[in-house]
Structures are given as C-alpha cells and as structure tokens.
C-alpha cells in the first residue's frame, strides 16, 4: 500500500527566545518489509539547518537548531510510504544489549504488582506471538481508549489503575507484561491509516514488537487488538516511548511554549 503522511509540529512561544534546539524522528523507517520512498522537511521559516543521523536504534532523527531570536517555527514533515502487509523481520537473535533493552523494565513499563498480574497471562504453553496475543487481548479488555485521560508522562501501571487511555498507555502495559513473561518487545511509534479519515487531523500510533523464537520479531496492536498490516507506518522502535518522542529539545528564554501539532494521512 502506498501512503503520505504530513505531520506538522509548530512551536510558538510568547516573547521571542534567542536560541532552541530540537530532534525529531518522524521519518518513516525503511526495513521489516517498508520502504520509505520520499521524505523532506519543510520549516517556517525558511532556512533552518538540519542535520540527519540514525540512533543507537537504528531510528532516523533530525536535528534542527534556530540560533536567532524567534517567536515561533513551523516544521513540517512529508513522507511517502510503501508499506508491507505484516512485519518482515525474521531476525531472532538480538545482541545482548538489545536482549536486555527489551526484557527490562523502564520507566514507563515497570514491573509493579498489577502487572505482574497480567503477565501471568503470557505464562502459559504455546509460542511468544500465542502468549503475547493472550496478553494483548487481556489489555483490549482492560483499558478503555479515551483522548485526554493520560498525558505523555504516564506510566503503565498508572494507566491500568485508571483503566483508560490511549494507544500509548496499551503499548506500555503490554509491554511490560510480556517483558516480565520473558518474551522481548519494544515499542512502536509510527501512524495508522484510517480510509474513514483521509486527509482529517489525527494523532500518531503506537504499538508493540514482540520477538518469537521461530518468526523472529512480530508487530501487536493492543488498542486494536490485531497484527500489524499494511495500514501501519512504521517511524521508529525503542525500549518506550522515552527513546521515541517525534520532538524533544530545549530553547533558551524565559517566556511559555506553546506545542502544536497536526498530522494528516492519505492513500495514494
């Protein structure tokens, strides 16, 4: 499947600052069977540098600096993607350091009581992608999707006792689910394409990898309680959503930021 997705962050500040430097990774990755074929960044103004490299992960970022004094700047990211039909990542022997990554808890995927509870779930015979689906499944019933419930800060266990929130919050409780059941996984950030949303204003997606001993890596979505298709664009993995934000950085000054952000998705 074809598709382009413009994601537009913009940073308004209420007296100008003098100097800010910002990452993002919202480049659509090019592996497991997707191929990003065209990307470039758009600023407003004009004439930001921007400087590209590949993280730890493997991940795409870009690196912006505005050294000048400004009130706001548009960054605008255009891509277009050709998706796979389900993951293709049949590497099943991840370096040690990357085992580790993906088994231990992180801040956002703790290891506290209630989710040990919902490990058990994943406790039982069959393959890592069987528990797994057992444990995502679990989730789908546990948690309520609703916008505004939880904020980027939220941990999984927080999210669980409130029993909403959103994609993010499921990809979380997941996670450290299937961590403490010893099946690796990492997190996902990226898009979903919604036919019935074409072009509208939507939010970006997250969701799950789990590493199965035969398939080799397999992509879970609890909020949607399904595998990974060709509506799916992959932008970036990481132990949680801490290794993965599509902006972070500082600036200098002593006024009030103001994020805003649009992304809209298209078939082609």
Not at 193 to 207: F, G
């Amino acid at each position: 499947m074809q598709i382009r997705v413009e994601h537009t962050t913009s940073f308004t500040y209420a007296e100008p600052i003098s100097e800010a430097y910002t990452e993002l990774r919202v480049r659509p990755l090019s592996a497991g069977g997707q191929h990003c074929t065209t990307f470039r960044l758009v600023t407003d103004p004009p004439g930001v540098r921007v400087r590209n490299y590949l993280d730890r992960l493997g991940n795409h970022v870009q690196h912006l600096e505005v050294l000048e004094d400004h009130d706001r700047i548009s960054i605008t990211a255009l891509s277009e993607v050709s998706t796979a039909p389900v993951l293709s990542d049949s590497a099943r022997d991840p370096s040690p350091l990357q085992r580790y990554d993906y088994l231990a808890a992180t801040e956002y995927a703790p290891f506290s009581e209630p989710l040990l509870e919902l490990s058990a779930y994943a406790d039982g015979q069959g393959t890592e992608t069987e528990r797994a689906v057992q444990v995502m499944q679990r989730v789908r019933g546990l948690l309520v999707y609703e916008t505004g419930a939880t904020n980027v800060m939220t941990r999984a266990d927080s999210a669980l006792a409130l029993g909403r929130g959103v994609c993010q919050d499921f990809a979380h409780v997941m996670l450290a689910a299937c961590r403490r059941a010893g099946i690796a996984s990492r997190y996902v950030s990226g898009y979903l394409y919604d036919p019935q949303k074409e072009n509208e204003v939507v939010e970006t997606h997250a969701w799950v990898d789990v590493l199965d001993s035969e398939r080799g890596w397999v992509s879970l979505d609890p909020t949607h309680d399904r595998e990974q298709n060709e509506e799916y664009v992959r932008v970036a993995v990481g132990r949680d959503y801490g290794d993965v934000p599509p902006t972070r950085g500082v600036w200098k000054g002593t006024t009030q930021e103001t994020l805003g952000v649009a992304v809209r998705i298209a078939a082609l």
